[in-house]
């Protein structure tokens, strides 16, 4: 049987030989790679552009799990440390930092977030889901407009940078997505099913026919006369 895993953009992969199975995709240190004499000694490559974009990307990750705007709002929900912080305190951290914050920096907590408390991941991921559709003007009342509805490219960036930040809870951070918004089921569906299914697991093989040759039936037209002639 196959293994079927996810490998996001800047993600490398290890195969683990006693287990006989891949592990979970890793962030690979591109500023490492960069400055390999196997790259920076040669011309820029077609796909720089790529992953200077993945660059940035890990950057304002790590910047945002290490900031202090995260660390503060922990405080100020009550706990100590993001580490030690309740599933409550840590969730209302993040619900203060996501109601004042812009699609792209929504995704980029969430990714700092699930690396941080890869316990919440599906947790945060609602929270996302759910803050994302309210706008900063009805924080007071936290109602939801009608007409606010979470648009298919925030879901697909906030469920894909959770998922790359925690690969083996892809299952669980799908399933308690479409949970909490089944309108976008098929947005977050698609979201976690590309280019892969959902977990890091093996696949079952698919055996169309039979792979017992005496089952087979002939199908050429020259066939012998039935018994009944």
């Known amino acids: 049987m196959g293994q079927s895993v996810f490998v996001g953009a ?3 992969l290890t195969f683990d030989p006693i287990a006989n199975r891949l592990e979970d995709p890793v ?6 790679v960069l400055t390999s ?5 040669f011309r820029r490559l077609p796909s720089a552009h790529l992953i200077d974009q993945t660059l940035q990307n890990q950057r304002r990750s790590v910047g945002v799990s290490g900031n202090d705007a995260l660390m503060r709002a922990v405080t100020v929900a009550g706990a100590n440390s993001v580490q030690t912080a309740t599933p ?15 699609p792209s920096q929504v995704c980029d907590y969430v990714s700092a ?5 890869p316990d919440l991941a599906p947790q945060i991921v609602v929270a996302a889901l759910t803050v994302s559709r ?3 003007t009805d924080v007071k009342d936290f109602k939801q407009p009608a007409s606010k509805e979470l648009s298919c490219e925030a879901a697909d960036c906030i469920i894909r940078a959770a998922i790359a930040a925690h690969p083996s809870a892809a299952r669980e951070i799908a399933d308690a997505a479409i949970a909490a918004a089944p ?5 977050l569906v698609a979201a976690a099913s590309r280019p892969c299914p959902v977990a890091n697991a093996f696949v079952e093989p698919r055996i169309i026919n039979t792979i017992n040759p005496s089952n087979e039936v002939p199908v050429s037209p020259e066939q012998p006369p039935s018994s009944g002639l």
């Open 10 to 12: 800047g993600q490398q």
């Open 113 to 117: 977030a699930v690396r941080a408390r």
């Open 37 to 41: 004499p196997l790259i920076k000694d």
């Open 88 to 102: 409550d305190q840590f969730l209302r951290a993040l619900d203060s930092l996501f109601v004042r914050s812009t």
């Open 134 to 136: 309210i706008s900063r």
């Open 27 to 32: 962030d690979v240190d591109l500023n490492k």
């Open 183 to 187: 309108l976008l089921r098929d947005c």
